[in-house]
T-cell receptor, first 113, second 114 residues
Framework: GENVEQHPSTLSVQEGDSAVIKCTYS??????FPWYKQELGKGPQLIIDIRSNVGEKKDQRIAVTLNKTAKHFSLHITETQPEDSAVYFC????????????FGSGTRLLVRP | KAGVTQTPRYLIKTRGQQVTLSCSPISGHRSVSWYQQTPGQGLQFLFE???????NKGNFPGRFSGRQFSNSRSEMNVSTLELGDSALYLCASSLGTRNTGELFFGEGSRLTVL
């Protein structure tokens, strides 16, 4: 079945710097890759997603890139702010199902003021 | 529009007991998914329901079950609780049509098994 690996597990950056989180997946038939942000005491919230027919997608300070050949995708956050501090999860929808997400293990991002 | 509502938010049970968790999806959403979140295993898919039918199930023992009602509200049940069942149980709703993907999560029900 699908397996998603995420790195790094923790990331500390200075406010204003960029942060990059990377994920790899195993199922070449996976076709949808969302990123979720989870703040303390809350459920995960979708922040950006990308489909397998697109190589890059941007939304203000966040962007996601997808390399289907290498089976990896990355989240880029520019001009980080303290409110970006949270746990970020990547996920993939396996090719055999559009109704479940396989999540990476999460990255705890700390933005130092 | 109201988000996904999960009840109860916190509960404590002892080994061997059973527990029922409830989830009310966003109005108009017909799909409800359940995920277990633990520090060791992360977020793991339990099952997904659409129009009262289970469409997908994760790799959990039969002690974990769920159902969906005609108004799309869902419940999950865990019988014969074990210490390892302590976790945050997250419910997510979506439109449920193929390839839409976006899930809206509730804040979860935190279960502690003593």
């Amino acid at each position: 079945g699908e397996n998603v690996e995420q790195h790094p597990s923790t990331l500390s950056v200075q406010e204003g710097d960029s942060a990059v989180i990377k994920c790899t997946y195993s199922d070449s038939a996976s076709n949808y890759f969302p990123w979720y942000k989870q703040e303390l005491g809350k459920g995960p919230q979708l922040i950006i997603d990308i489909r397998s027919n697109v190589g890059e997608k941007k939304d203000q300070r966040i962007a996601v890139t997808l390399n289907k050949t290498a089976k990896h995708f990355s989240l880029h956050i520019t001009e980080t702010q303290p409110e970006d501090s949270a746990v970020y999860f990547c996920a993939a929808v396996p090719g055999d199902s559009s109704y479940k997400l396989i999540f990476g293990s999460g990255t705890r991002l700390l933005v130092r003021p | 529009k109201a988000g996904v509502t999960q009840t109860p938010r916190y509960l404590i049970k002892t080994r061997g007991q059973q527990v029922t968790l409830s989830c009310s999806p966003i109005s108009g959403h017909r799909s409800v998914s359940w995920y277990q979140q633990t520090p060791g295993q992360g977020l793991q898919f339990l099952f997904e329901y659409f129009s009262e039918t289970q469409r997908n199930k994760g790799n959990f023992p039969g002690r974990f079950s769920g159902r969906q009602f005609s108004n799309s509200r869902s419940e999950m049940n865990v019988s014969t609780l074990e210490l390892g069942d302590s976790a945050l149980y997250l419910c997510a709703s979506s439109l449920g049509t193929r390839n839409t993907g976006e899930l809206f999560f509730g804040e979860g029900s935190r279960l502690t098994v003593l």
